[in-house]
C-alpha cells in the first residue's frame, strides 16, 4: 500500500476493509508443514510500537508456531485507527530465509497505513522491530 492509496473513509468503512483483509489473509488455512516442509519451528520475537502526538505506545510479544499451525505470519498494527496498514505481514522474510536456509533474522518495518480513517493526510506511525528464529528438520 502506497501514499496514493490513502484517502478519507469513514470508522466503519475501515472495520469492513480491514474485517476483508484479514478473511483473505486467514483464507489461505495451510498449516506450517505443508507450507514448508523442511522447518519444525519459527519463532517471532517482536516490538510493536506507535507513535502519534498522544506519545508512544509500545509492546513486546512473541509467536510461535509449530507443524500444526496455520502458515499465517501476521502481527497486526498497534495503532487502533490504523487505516490501510492493518497488520505487518513476515510472510516473505520467512520466505527468504528459507531459501537461504537461514536459522535467524532481525528485520524492521514501517506501517504503510494511515493514521486514522479520517487523516489520509498523516503516515500511520506504526513499526515492528522483529527477530525469527528458524529451526530446520
Ligand atoms: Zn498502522
Not at 31 to 38: A, G, M, R, S
Amino acid at each position: 500500500m502506497n501514499r496514493g492509496y490513502r484517502k478519507y473513509i469513514t470508522p466503519e468503512k475501515n472495520d469492513s476493509l480491514k474485517r476483508a483483509r484479514y478473511e483473505a489473509l486467514y483464507s489461505d488455512r495451510r498449516i506450517l508443514e505443508d507450507v514448508f516442509p523442511n522447518i519444525e519451528k519459527i519463532e517471532i520475537f517482536y516490538t510493536n510500537t506507535h507513535k502519534s502526538i498522544f506519545g508512544n505506545t509500545s509492546k513486546d510479544g512473541v509467536l510461535s508456531f509449530s507443524r500444526q499451525n496455520t502458515a499465517v505470519f501476521a502481527i497486526p498494527c498497534l495503532n487502533n485507527e490504523c487505516s490501510y496498514g492493518w497488520y505487518y505481514d513476515l510472510r516473505d522474510d520467512i520466505y527468504n530465509m528459507r531459501c537461504e536456509h537461514l536459522t535467524e533474522y532481525c528485520g524492521e518495518k514501517d506501517c504503510q497505513g494511515q493514521e486514522a480513517p479520517d487523516h489520509p493526510e498523516q503516515s500511520c506511525g506504526g513499526s515492528l522491530k522483529y527477530k525469527i528464529n528458524i529451526v530446520y528438520k
